[in-house]
């Protein structure tokens, strides 16, 4: 038995000017199941975006909306959430329209009206994948800049450790030196005090002869 994989800690955003489409997607992500919320225009999309507590893993949007277009929405949306996945939702076929929205909306999937559920749903799941993968990836890159950021931390602290270590050897090269420097000079100079008291006893001796 293959085991469906949960996606219940995610949310779906849903924009369509058509209360009726947003109904019908959101009923469909219920199978999946995925938690999703929907807004009737785009600009009150842009402020669920900014106060939702945490970002939505998938955003889909339709292309055609008073005030703002799916791909005007999903510039600035791209900006506030850059990892959610966006699909781009439209009943007309415009290839132009299709290339403005991925090139400046940097959207995923565009899929046409009508569309079979089952595909619908399949495509989510993909998109859902997608988020993943890219929060993953966020993951890896936050673990190995902080990996990084201790490491030069390290490295700077042995490279200090190291400075000081080399001064304090120095330093005791430098005492080894100077005690070595004066206990020679001291067997010196007792050498030839004691040569000087061996010669004037010498020269007593020979005083008395």
């Given amino acids: 038995m293959i085991m469906e994989k949960d996606y219940t800690n995610y949310s779906v955003l849903i924009v369509d000017d058509e209360v009726q489409i947003c109904r019908a997607i959101s009923n ?3 199978t999946i199941p995925i938690n999703s919320v929907y807004a009737l225009n785009a600009e009150d999309a842009l402020q669920i975006i900014k106060n ?21 929405f999903f510039e600035q949306a791209a900006i506030i ?19 403005d929205a991925v090139n400046r909306g940097e959207v995923h999937k565009y899929i046409t009206k009508p569309w079979q559920n089952q595909d619908f749903s399949a495509s989510v799941k993909e998109g859902l994948e997608q988020y993943e993968l890219e929060m993953e990836n966020v993951r890896l890159f936050a673990l ?9 931390q390290l490295n700077k602290i042995l490279s200090e450790s190291a400075k000081k ?45």
Wanted: glycine share 4%; proline share 4%; hydrophobic share 35%.
């Fill in 28 to 30: 469909l992500l219920k």
């Fill in 52 to 72: 939702s507590p945490e970002p939505f893993a998938l955003i889909i949007s339709d292309q055609r909306m008073p005030g703002m277009s799916g791909t005007e």
């Fill in 81 to 99: 959430s850059p990892n959610s996945i966006r699909f781009m939702i439209t009943g007309y076929a415009d290839i132009n329209s299709m290339i």
């Fill in 144 to 152: 190995a800049k902080d990996q990084n950021a201790k490491l030069v």
């Fill in 165 to 209: 270590q080399a001064e304090r050897l120095e330093e005791l090269d430098q005492k080894i030196s100077k005690e070595l420097s004066n206990k020679s000079q001291t067997e010196e100079k007792s050498l030839t005090d004691e040569g000087i008291t061996f010669d004037l006893d010498k020269i007593k001796e020979l005083i008395r002869q």
